[in-house]
């Protein structure tokens, strides 16, 4: 049974840091993409970030560039989300994803183009 499981969120001022990690189970993902995406309460899913399979190539959304990186391991099979000077905007329940194509070129914020999904970290900013 494939597994993404994430972890790492809580509650952080603003300006504030955390790093989220999504450990996947089940299958290797290490010729797959992976994404972070965000929901807020009351608010439709959002794209944050994308990693490709080698972690030679990354996408963010314009809301947390410069601010929010991306990283793998792929030999842990985890993907990482690094978030730096934090907002209350960036309030979610933050989820991982993974696509079931291998060797993709080329990124996506879409979630249609991701297969797997964990169950989300709360990740709460306070100002």
């Known amino acids: 049974q494939v597994q993404l499981v994430e972890s790492g969120g809580g509650l952080v001022q603003a300006g504030g840091s955390l790093r989220l990690s999504c450990a996947a189970s089940g299958r290797t993902f290490s010729r797959n993409a992976m994404a972070w995406f965000r929901q807020a309460p009351g608010k439709e899913r959002e794209f944050v970030a994308a990693?490709?399979?080698?972690?030679?190539?990354?996408y963010y959304a314009d809301s947390v560039k410069g601010r929010f990186t991306i990283s793998r391991d792929n030999a842990e099979n985890t993907v990482y989300l690094q978030m730096n000077s934090l907002k209350p905007e960036d309030t979610a329940v933050y989820s991982c994803?993974?696509?079931?194509?291998?060797?993709?070129?080329?990124?996506?914020?879409?979630?249609?183009?991701?297969?797997?999904w964990g169950q989300g970290t709360q990740v709460t900013v306070s100002s």
């Open positions: 994803a993974a696509d079931a194509a291998t060797l993709r070129v080329g990124l996506s914020g879409s979630g249609s183009r991701y297969n797997y």
């Open positions: 990693i490709n399979w080698s972690g030679t190539s990354t």
